[in-house]
């Protein structure tokens, strides 16, 4: 679970509902002072929310992106209903690329998108239905199929708690089991409450199905690398869900930049997030020199 490190929105950013062909999606919504570079749609991962990317905000206003972070369907502020249904990955795929259209509705330029874990997962459904939509596509901590066994094991718990127990009890559940350097006292002021609030805010057939979808995914890489989009992997230097070698190898198989964030894990946007800014912008500066040179 990414524990943001702080829930203050910067002068820059303005929270909203962003009105879509597909409802309406809670967002943070950072832009520039002056005329935006780009767009960049930050899309959170499991059991996660837009706050998991609000240290990003600030760095990536001041260097002239747009930077607007959602909740997916049934994710925190986000209302979602309670059918299983409504989660499989071709639906959050369509509301992703719903959004993207809605914001890029003023300037008709394609849209960078991040997605993190599940919604790199998301994301790369997304990329491959539309990729003239995306100006670029980032996989933050995601990997090329399935997530690791143990990861699965303990989703597969999860999942059988949530068909039987209410929000809050399987919440209790899940402190019970936290290591103690994950004890709510090594947690800023205000996130141990607000995780709490979010988690009681997530639909649970969200986490259901989600769930199950990175306990299953298929190996689509190859089918990323035919569409080919810019693709930029980063990660951190440990990763409990997808090994770093996978990641390095499907960087590889995409003709990708690779980035790896030292002195993080699964969370580089929460953990080191200036150094994760500096790697995106490089990153989407590069695009936009080359889109000009080669025009």
Do not use: C
Not at 264 to 281: F, K, V
């Amino acid at each position: 679970m990414s524990r943001p490190p702080f829930l203050t929105l910067p002068a820059s950013a303005r929270a909203y509902r962003l009105r879509t062909a597909r409802g309406e999606f809670a967002v943070h919504d950072a832009r520039p002072a002056s005329a935006a570079r780009g767009t960049v749609l930050l899309v959170p991962g499991f059991t996660g929310s837009k706050e998991d990317f609000i240290a990003l905000l600030e760095p990536l206003a001041a260097a002239g992106f747009r930077a607007v972070a959602v909740d997916g369907r049934g994710q925190h502020e986000s209302p979602g209903p309670r059918k299983e249904a409504a989660y499989a990955q071709a639906e959050l795929a369509q509301d992703l690329l719903a959004q993207v259209t809605a914001l890029s509705a003023a300037t008709e330029d394609p849209v960078h998108v991040l997605g993190h874990s599940l919604g790199g997962l998301i994301a790369r459904t997304a990329a491959l239905r539309d990729p003239g939509a995306f100006a670029s596509l980032t996989i933050m901590s995601s990997g090329p199929a399935a997530i690791s066994a143990p990861q699965r094991a303990r989703i597969k718990l999860l999942i059988d708690a949530l068909t039987v127990m209410d929000m809050e009890s399987v919440w209790q559940a899940m402190r019970e089991l936290d290591p103690p350097e994950a004890a709510d006292e090594s947690t800023p002021p205000g996130v141990a409450e607000f995780l709490h609030q979010r988690w009681l805010g997530t639909v649970p057939e969200q986490l259901i199905v989600t769930g199950r979808q990175l306990s299953d995914e298929p190996d689509r890489v190859d089918e990323l690398a035919a569409q080919r989009l810019r693709v930029h992997v980063l990660s951190g230097e440990a990763d409990y869900a997808w090994p770093v070698p996978l990641m390095d190898e499907m960087a590889g198989r995409l003709a990708a930049r690779r980035t790896v964030i030292e002195g993080s894990g699964h969370s580089p946007n929460a953990e080191r997030p200036h150094p994760t800014a500096d790697a995106l912008i490089s990153f989407w500066r590069d695009i936009g020199l080359n889109t000009k040179t080669s025009a």
